[in-house]
């Protein structure tokens, strides 16, 4: 079974507005969660890595101040588009270590932006 | 930059072994390699991972080269369900934070 659920799978929004996407680690800790953005017949492209009780760390490129990352606790991470754009648009992933190591991958959020 | 390299598409017959490759011919003994696939429109699935012996599970198997350059990831009997992008990644096994680089992976069609 899914051991990182994300919410919602998909939204709507319109231009200008705010949406957050929520990430879960189910029945174990993550201190440290991935955000990842994937357009259409493109592979994933990292965003940030989200850091619990602490700041989120960008990857080069990515706006921090648009992608706001809150890792408020062990097994939640959001991320916020703020004044969203329709190229914005796009299919959010997030990701987290499973103890053992391996890492695994939410259902991902479709946002679509108009 | 993703340190593997795949071939951009495969076709296979449904219920023949795939033959994934992938070449990793710059990785450290520290490395492991992993597969991963997504679904059209869904999050990537962990598929099996490996160091430098071939590794076997449910889903898949993986053979790694003895100078560990290069790897195969063999799905026994492939379904329509099988149809993906495959992708195959390396990452250090001292990682502790689960950062991933994803490259452009394999397109797999299994045909009916």
């Known amino acids: 079974g899914a051991v990182v659920s994300q919410h919602p799978s998909w939204v709507i929004c319109k231009s200008g507005t705010s949406v957050k996407i929520e990430c879960r680690s189910l029945?174990?800790?993550?201190?440290?969660m991935f955000w990842y953005r994937q357009f259409p017949k493109q592979s994933l492209m990292l965003m940030a890595t989200?850091?619990?009780?602490?700041?989120?760390?960008?990857e080069q490129g990515v706006e921090k101040d648009k992608f706001l990352i809150n890792h408020a606790s062990l097994t939640l991470s959001t991320l916020t588009v703020t004044s969203a754009h329709p190229e914005d648009s796009s299919f959010y992933i997030c990701s987290a270590s499973y103890p053992g190591n391996t890492i695994y991958f939410g259902e991902g959020s479709w946002l679509t932006v108009v | 930059d993703a340190k593997t390299t795949q071939p951009p598409s495969m076709d296979c017959a449904e219920g023949r072994a795939a033959n994934l490759p992938c070449n990793h011919s710059t990785i450290s003994g520290n490395e492991y390699v992993y597969w991963y696939r997504q679904i059209h429109s869904q999050g990537p699935q962990y598929i099996i991972h490996?160091?430098?012996n071939n590794e076997t599970n449910e889903m898949a198997s993986l053979i790694i080269t003895e100078d560990r350059k290069s790897s195969t990831l063999i799905l026994p009997h492939a379904t329509l369900r099988d149809t993906a992008v495959y992708y195959c990644i390396v990452r250090p096994s001292s990682s502790n934070t689960g950062k991933l680089i994803f490259g452009q992976g394999t397109t797999l069609q299994v045909k009916p």
């Open positions: 029945d174990f800790q993550a201190t440290t």
């Open positions: 490996g160091l430098k």
């Open positions: 989200s850091n619990e009780g602490s700041k989120a760390t960008y």
